[in-house]
């Protein structure tokens, strides 16, 4: 009985949620991928993630709340209804393709490889010789994919742990995203880009819920139109002084 | 050449395995062979040479020499009372981040991750045996180390002929207890890059997102947990041959 009513209220409180949606777009990002996405001190989501957000809301004249949810359950959150689209930076792949739709790409990602200052190493040298990436990231799948799963590539937790081993010298390169490579290039003393953009074909999106096509297509348009209006390429100078689309 | 060897082993072990295992097993198999491979070189190397650091340690603490006894004291009380994962990355990313200036010729270790990790299991399990092993010397009964004297034995020579052997086999239990702790601690190394059996896991679980990858590494665990507590019984049975 006391299932039934769950169900039923769960039901309806479904059927309000879609009701709302037309009022409210629920949004989450992830808050921790700056300058993508990030929190200030006093709680305020701010980013590139956010600003694209928020112009697309303006596009679509929709009123939006962002909110801001940990990687690990942001998938199954957008599953379970507590928000309607993903804007976290978050690549197109074929496994997640299998829980949520994307939107199509709002920028592109590219690899790149950091090296010691002046270091000759090229990209095919790298088989033999120490590589760094952070696990479970894009970087670590194309250096294990590209120079074996028995090759030295060497797993962190975080990309600051792969850079400091690269400043002492254990390791000579470490593979990750260009944008945070870039940052880390240009505050860190001694490295040097050993290859500056390895195009994978990652391609960022935003998340939305399986079979919620109207929302999906609403997006892709407001995308098309601030790629149209230079809105979108304000956002990008703002943060990156280049066109990252 | 050595690491080709390691890795012929585990390639064996796949394509005996391989029929017999899941889809997922077979597929990363080589990984998780190689992984527990890594992991059973360490703590074969780490507790045997925590085991005589051991030795050392608790001579120098019983020895009433105040020079001795208050290093050893330190060394076990900073080791005991600080948690692995913390010792680890204090010596692995702490002194590692000095680099090859900074260290001299001693960067040549500093450098490897598995060295290092060694060094760190190999003094953490030893403040720990050298605890157990003062815990069997306080046991052995006092009229023991007076006779040893009496008949004219110094001090080392009573501990090395009676009073240690005693020890030992009063603290076997829980040495072998400190063995499968060693073994579960093990896997903290895998955050300095080592890719034991748990680092070879966790790397798995980032191409697939499937979690039975865990509960193969709990299979492989669990094996190792019951090679450990063969070898202590059996070592066990040994010691007490005299009570049969």
């Given at each position: 009985?006391?299932?039934?009513?769950?169900?039923?209220?769960?039901?309806?409180?479904?059927?309000?949620?879609?009701?709302n949606?037309?009022?409210?777009?629920?949004?989450?990002?992830?808050?921790?991928?700056?300058?993508?996405?990030?929190v200030?001190?006093?709680?305020?989501?701010?980013?590139?993630?956010?600003?694209?957000?928020?112009?697309l809301c303006?596009?679509?004249?929709?009123e939006c709340?962002?909110?801001?949810q940990?990687?690990?359950?942001?998938?199954p959150?957008l599953?379970?209804?507590?928000?309607d689209?993903?804007?976290?930076?978050?690549?197109?792949?074929?496994?997640r393709?299998?829980?949520?739709?994307?939107?199509?790409?709002y920028?592109?990602?590219?690899?790149?490889?950091?090296?010691?200052?002046?270091?000759?190493?090229?990209m095919?040298?790298?088989?033999?010789?120490?590589?760094?990436?952070?696990?479970?990231?894009v970087?670590?799948?194309?250096?294990e994919?590209?120079?074996?799963?028995?090759?030295?590539?060497?797993?962190y937790?975080?990309?600051?742990?792969?850079?400091?081993?690269?400043?002492?010298?254990?390791?000579?390169?470490?593979?990750?995203?260009?944008l945070?490579?870039?940052?880390?290039?240009s505050?860190?003393?001694?490295?040097g880009?050993l290859?500056?953009?390895?195009d994978?074909?990652?391609?960022?999106?935003?998340?939305t819920?399986k079979?919620d096509?109207?929302?999906?297509?609403?997006?892709?348009?407001a995308?098309?139109?601030?790629r149209?209006?230079?809105?979108?390429?304000?956002i990008?100078?703002?943060?990156?002084?280049i066109?990252?689309? | 050449?050595?690491?080709?060897?390691?890795?012929?082993?585990?390639?064996?072990v796949c394509?005996?395995?391989?029929?017999?295992?899941?889809d997922?097993?077979?597929?990363?198999?080589?990984?998780?062979?190689?992984?527990?491979?890594v992991t059973?070189?360490?703590?074969a190397?780490?507790?045997?040479?925590?085991?005589?650091?051991?030795?050392g340690l608790?001579?120098a603490?019983?020895?009433?020499?105040?020079?001795?006894?208050?290093?050893a004291?330190?060394?076990?009380?900073?080791?005991?009372?600080?948690?692995?994962?913390?010792q680890?990355?204090i010596?692995?990313?702490?002194?590692?981040?000095?680099?090859?200036?900074g260290?001299?010729?001693?960067?040549?270790?500093?450098?490897e991750?598995?060295?290092?990790?060694?060094?760190?299991?190999t003094?953490?399990?030893?403040a720990?045996?050298?605890?157990?092993?003062?815990?069997?010397?306080?046991?052995?009964?006092?009229g023991?180390?007076?006779?040893?004297?009496a008949?004219?034995m110094?001090?080392?020579?009573?501990m090395r002929?009676?009073?240690?052997?005693?020890?030992?086999?009063?603290?076997?239990?829980?040495?072998?207890?400190?063995?499968?702790?060693?073994?579960?601690?093990?896997?903290?190394?895998?955050?300095?890059?080592?890719?034991d059996l748990m680092?070879?896991?966790?790397?798995?679980?980032?191409?697939?997102?499937?979690?039975?990858?865990?509960?193969?590494?709990?299979?492989?665990?669990?094996?190792?947990?019951?090679?450990i507590?063969?070898?202590?019984?059996?070592?066990?049975?040994?010691?007490?041959?005299?009570?049969?």
């Amino acid at each position: 009985m006391k299932k039934a009513l769950m169900g039923v209220s769960l039901t309806a409180m479904m059927l309000a949620g879609a009701a709302n949606a037309e009022d409210v777009l629920r949004i989450a990002s992830e808050g921790a991928y700056p300058p993508f996405n990030n929190v200030t001190a006093d709680g305020e989501l701010v980013g590139f993630d956010i600003d694209i957000a928020k112009a697309l809301c303006e596009e679509m004249k929709r009123e939006c709340e962002i909110v801001a949810q940990d990687w690990d359950g942001i998938i199954p959150g957008l599953v379970n209804n507590k928000y309607d689209a993903i804007v976290a930076s978050m690549s197109i792949t074929e496994e997640r393709l299998e829980a949520i739709d994307f939107t199509d790409p709002y920028y592109s990602n590219y690899l790149s490889i950091l090296g010691a200052e002046g270091s000759e190493l090229t990209m095919d040298d790298l088989g033999d010789v120490a590589v760094g990436a952070q696990r479970s990231t894009v970087g670590s799948q194309w250096a294990e994919d590209k120079y074996g799963s028995r090759a030295d590539v060497r797993l962190y937790d975080t990309n600051p742990a792969a850079v400091s081993d690269l400043e002492a010298g254990r390791i000579q390169a470490v593979v990750m995203d260009f944008l945070p490579a870039a940052e880390f290039q240009s505050t860190a003393t001694g490295l040097g880009f050993l290859e500056t953009k390895i195009d994978i074909n990652d391609k960022i999106g935003i998340g939305t819920r399986k079979g919620d096509e109207d929302l999906t297509a609403a997006l892709n348009a407001a995308l098309a139109a601030i790629r149209e209006n230079g809105t979108y390429e304000a956002i990008s100078n703002e943060y990156f002084g280049i066109d990252i689309y | 050449m050595y690491q080709d060897f390691k890795y012929l082993i585990s390639d064996g072990v796949c394509a005996i395995a391989s029929p017999v295992s899941g889809d997922l097993f077979t597929k990363f198999c080589p990984r998780f062979i190689d992984g527990f491979v890594v992991t059973i070189e360490l703590l074969a190397l780490s507790s045997t040479l925590g085991f005589l650091l051991a030795v050392g340690l608790v001579l120098a603490r019983m020895s009433g020499h105040r020079v001795l006894s208050i290093p050893a004291n330190v060394f076990v009380y900073c080791f005991r009372g600080t948690p692995l994962l913390v010792q680890l990355w204090i010596i692995y990313f702490g002194i590692g981040s000095f680099g090859a200036e900074g260290l001299g010729p001693l960067w040549a270790f500093f450098k490897e991750p598995w060295l290092v990790g060694l060094l760190v299991l190999t003094l953490n399990t030893s403040a720990y045996v050298s605890e157990i092993l003062r815990g069997g010397l306080v046991n052995v009964d006092k009229g023991q180390a007076e006779a040893a004297m009496a008949i004219g034995m110094s001090w080392f020579q009573s501990m090395r002929r009676i009073l240690l052997p005693q020890a030992i086999r009063i603290a076997w239990p829980a040495y072998g207890n400190e063995l499968v702790l060693l073994m579960k601690g093990s896997a903290l190394i895998s955050t300095i890059t080592v890719l034991d059996l748990m680092g070879q896991t966790r790397t798995i679980f980032a191409r697939n997102f499937d979690l039975t990858t865990y509960l193969y590494a709990t299979v492989l665990y669990l094996v190792l947990a019951g090679l450990i507590t063969l070898f202590v019984v059996a070592i066990e049975r040994r010691f007490a041959r005299n009570l049969r």
